[in-house]
């Protein structure tokens, strides 16, 4: 009987000390949620530029070889980055090509930019872009890239002109509506 007793001592010490450490990682878990709130998420937006940032000039070209430069944009400017390898730039490239059509100033004020090394790819994201957007086919090191701060796929930004970034983030629910064109 007393290895009995002395069993449920011992178990009952056991579940006290495992009730105060879980308590103490509750307790741990709070402060660092709220030092988490405190510091705020990178969120969407953390793809590029931030709303308020300004974005650097560029200059380059299109597949089509047109000159495409933030200096020369007088209006509104839709800014979008794609890569060949991005499963999600894939599924969102219909709703930003239906997006890009309904944009005030039409195809001369959106620029598109597909980037990687699958030439396959990269085509049939120029095809499905070229109606819409002006399409620069460029490297992650470019100039176009880094002149909007790019450090994620896909990457989605309303631009004014005087290149400050209106908005911007990975999904096109980032970006200012647009009426449906009737």
């Given at each position: ?61 299109t597949a089509d070889g047109e000159p495409v430069s933030f200096a020369a944009e007088s209006g509104r ?18 709703g930003f090509v239906d997006y890009a059509g309904r944009h005030p100033g039409g195809r001369e004020r ?69 009426a449906a064109k009737v």
């Amino acid at each position: 009987m007393a290895v009995l007793v002395a069993a449920v001592v011992v178990l009952a010490v056991l579940f006290l000390v495992n009730l105060l450490f879980t308590f103490g990682v509750i307790r741990r878990l709070r402060e660092h949620t709220e030092i988490l709130d405190k510091m705020g998420t990178p969120g969407p937006s953390a793809v590029m530029r931030r709303p308020g940032e300004s974005v650097d000039d560029f200059v380059t070209v299109t597949a089509d070889g047109e000159p495409v430069s933030f200096a020369a944009e007088s209006g509104r400017t839709l800014v979008a980055a794609f890569s060949t390898s991005c499963a999600p730039c894939k599924a969102k490239l219909p709703g930003f090509v239906d997006y890009a059509g309904r944009h005030p100033g039409g195809r001369e004020r959106v620029v598109a930019m597909v980037l990687g090394d699958d030439d396959a790819a990269a085509a049939s994201f120029v095809e499905a872009l070229g109606p819409v957007a002006r399409v620069i086919r460029d490297v992650e090191e470019g100039p176009a890239p880094k002149a909007i701060g790019l450090h994620g796929f896909p990457a989605f930004a309303v631009v004014e002109p005087d290149r400050t970034v209106a908005a911007s983030g990975s999904d096109l629910a980032a970006l200012p509506p647009i009426a449906a064109k009737v």
